[in-house]
């Protein structure tokens, strides 16, 4: 009796043993009996599409596989004002560019109003004060310029504390100043600029809600990722111009302005010091050139944050490629004429003989920069974009195209040919 009680549960603990292996090969089946040829469809970097769908708050096959665009969800793009965003970094020629859109009449530009961010809150991290970031830009894009007063201090705020004051064609005319009239294209005085009243941070916020299109200009976003309630947002629907250039130049123009730039590239090296990786870059192997090194080392992590930003445009939805506009700077001033009609375009801001005569000449005078790096003047643009060539040696060049090489392959940019031993 009790052998025959074994074997009958001998038999019941088999047969159950054989249905759980049997249950994945019926599901599979099932599955691609279900799909048929659709397996084939799959998308090849699916954790990149859903991450990218969950940020956007879409369906990540924006477009289908017959080569249609899947349909749009409700995206209010009809608002009257136009806010843009000029998304850059440190020394890649976002001055320049903010210039010919603080010269437009129509336009109401501010000049890196989150410097005041940084320096309230350094020495913190860049990766932590993106969400402060974000919020200022949000507050400023509705000309509530209150938001300033947070990292003042006890400094009482007025327009000579600002958006780059003394150079800010809103700020120093009518009817704030009269040390220049608005219409009128050409680069601002600062030494004229800095005699003009000191004016409150309401009557800004008065003139700002007049102009049609509100610019800002700044090298404190670290990714796009962080600007993407604000392109979603309905009441600002953001536009950005991203400005790119060729690594090696940025990394040229980053060591000669090395002093200025120390903070902000141990700021941004240590919103990564999660990871082995940044931790090596903040440790300079050579304790004689620090500053070198740490700006040297902030360009690997500005290239590893272009190359998501590429990625997460090439994944967004349609609506968010209308609204984003990718610009390098070596076209800008070799073309600037067909350039700033691109951007204009997008802008929707009408273009008109002043400003393409404007454009055309501070692309086209002497020499490659004055002493002040961070001064906007006429230069001469085929120097500007080539002076890597002949300022940095063959080592330094060929660490930036090392952990550049997918950006400048991305972007266009030839790896260099030149042996500086012959």
Known sequence: MKRRLNKKYLVLILAYTGLLLLIPYVLDYRDKSVAGVAVQ???????????????????????????????????????????VYLHATWRTGSSFLGELFNQHPDVFYLYEPMWHIWQALYPGDAGSLQGAVRDMMSALYRCDFSVLKLYAGSQNITTSFIFGWKTNKVICSEPLCDAHRRAEVGLVKEDRCAKCQKRDLRELERECRKYPVMVIKGVRVLDLSTLVPLMKDPDINLQIIQLFRDPRAVHNSRLKS??????????????????????????????????????????????????????LVTNAPPWVRRNYLRLRYEDLVLHPMQELQRMFHFTKLSTFPALKT?????????????????????????????????????????????????????LGYQKNTVDKTT
């Open 41 to 83: 469809q799959q998308p090849r970097c699916p954790e990149l599409e859903n991450t990218v769908a969950l940020l956007w708050g879409t369906d990540f096959k924006s477009n289908r596989s017959d080569g249609s665009e899947a349909p749009e969800k409700d995206v209010n793009r009809t608002q009257a004002r136009i806010h």
């Open 258 to 311: 090395k002093q200025a730039l120390v903070k902000e590239s141990i700021q941004v090296l240590r919103s990564k010091k999660q990871t082995d990786k940044y931790k090596r870059l903040l440790v300079p192997s050579n304790r004689l050139n620090r500053a070198e090194n740490y700006v040297s080392s902030a360009m690997e992590l500005i290239c590893d944050n272009w190359l998501s930003d590429m990625l």
């Open 358 to 410: 404007f454009a055309l000449n501070m692309t086209h005078g002497q020499g490659y920069s004055s002493d002040k790096p961070f001064l906007i003047s006429s230069r001469d643009a085929k120097e500007a974009i080539f002076a890597w060539r002949e300022r940095l040696s063959v080592e330094q060049i060929t660490q930036v195209e090392g952990y550049c090489s997918e950006v400048m392959r991305q």
